[in-house]
């Protein structure tokens, strides 16, 4: 169900709508990342684009230049960092927009050196307010202001804003926002925030319409998707897995990426008796040393996973595995 707060933000994009009138306008957007990145960036595009903006792929041409960060990856602070440094020559020479935002937008020492050293940034917008990019916007054009928009609290789930998708037959769904688990080598709690879920009904509504479009294949997205828990008692992964089984038109589900942990009995006997997920299963694993797994806080051992993978393939004999594993963790001398 729309917000209070998301129509509000609708009515800033149809006020730079009007302002934009007219003119021949386009925005470029990198984004760094997720998959989950990447679907904040399909729900930019949706707003900036009702706003009058038409995409280009060439920054010389833009007149709105959107950053979308991530800070997992080792390099993504160098990447983001010269990429300002070029689009500061392109804003000397035609006024652009500049907005930047992402996980990295939510570390301190971040946002304080753009705003020293890149002060021609003109929005910085975090996580938790990625729905406000219209006012925001709104306010440097009709202000010529500088904005910030970072809050260090968890964010709220917010409903209906506008998304244009990358591919008209798949489609990524996140159905839940943050991590509670603190893995020790993971920024992700930090700068996403602790676990929402939205509810059920929003996510089927969602894919409901998907499927009305012509989508076939949905992958459900979330931090740890498949802790997963919906508004009603008892109401968890498996649960949900069962009800996009049942809309009709879908016909290909996905989910990454799941935590081994709650990797439960219930939501393997979903994927068992379902003919649409995705047989091709995501079980991190980060390392094969229960000593190393309980320095990186990861809350189970070596031999609980092991156990996980035969019953799946006990009871899923034609499941496919796929992992991540993380090489060289700088283990503590015990």
Same mark, same amino acid.
């Given at each position: 169900m729309e917000t209070k707060q998301i129509t509000e933000q609708k009515e800033y994009i149809e006020k730079i709508s009007k302002i934009n009138e007219g003119k021949? $306008?386009?925005?470029? !957007?990198l984004t760094m990342g997720c998959k989950l990145n990447e679907n904040d960036s399909e729900? !930019? !595009?949706g707003m900036v684009e009702k706003m009058g903006y038409s995409e280009s792929k060439d920054i010389n041409e833009a007149d709105l230049y959107i950053i979308n960060t991530c800070c997992v990856r080792e390099n993504a602070e160098e990447k983001v960092f010269g990429k300002l440094g070029e689009l500061k020559k392109i804003k000397e020479?035609?006024? =652009?927009?500049?907005a930047i935002g992402g996980c990295m937008m939510q570390e301190e020492h971040i946002t304080n050196k753009i705003k020293k050293?890149?002060? #021609?940034? @003109?929005? !910085? #917008?975090?996580?938790?307010t990625l729905h406000k990019l219209p006012e925001d916007i709104y306010i440097t054009i009709t202000k010529k202001e500088k904005v910030k928009d970072v =809050? @260090? =609290? @968890? /964010?709220? =789930?917010?409903? /209906? $804003?506008p998304v244009k998708?990358?591919?008209n037959k798949q489609a990524s769904v996140t159905i839940m926002y943050g991590c509670n688990n603190f893995c020790s080598y993971c920024i992700v709690p930090y700068v996403r925030g602790r676990?929402?879920?939205?509810?059920?009904? @929003?996510i089927l509504n969602e894919i409901n319409e998907l499927a009305k479009e012509g989508f076939k294949e949905i992958t459900l997205l979330g931090q740890n998707v498949n802790s997963y828990k919906g508004d009603k008692e008892g109401y968890g992964f498996s649960n949900l897995l069962r009800d996009i089984d049942k809309i009709e038109g879908i016909e290909i589900i996905r989910f990454i990426s799941p935590h081994p942990k709650d990797f439960t009995d219930d939501v393997i006997e979903a994927i068992k008796s379902s003919k649409k997920i995705s047989r091709l299963i995501h079980v991190p694993l980060q390392s094969g040393s229960t000593k190393v797994l309980k320095d990186m806080n990861r809350k189970y051992t070596k031999e609980q996973y092991l156990n996980l993978i035969d019953k799946i393939k006990t009871q899923i004999p034609d499941a496919v595995f796929s992992t991540d594993i993380i090489v060289g963790f700088p283990r503590r001398n015990r």
């Open positions: 021949v $306008l386009k925005y470029y !957007i729900k !930019i !595009i020479e035609k006024n =652009i927009i500049i050293s890149y002060p #021609f940034v @003109d929005v !910085i #917008f975090g996580t938790h =809050i @260090d =609290i @968890d /964010g709220e =789930i917010y409903e /209906g $804003l998708r990358s591919n676990e929402r879920s939205r509810k059920p009904e @929003d």
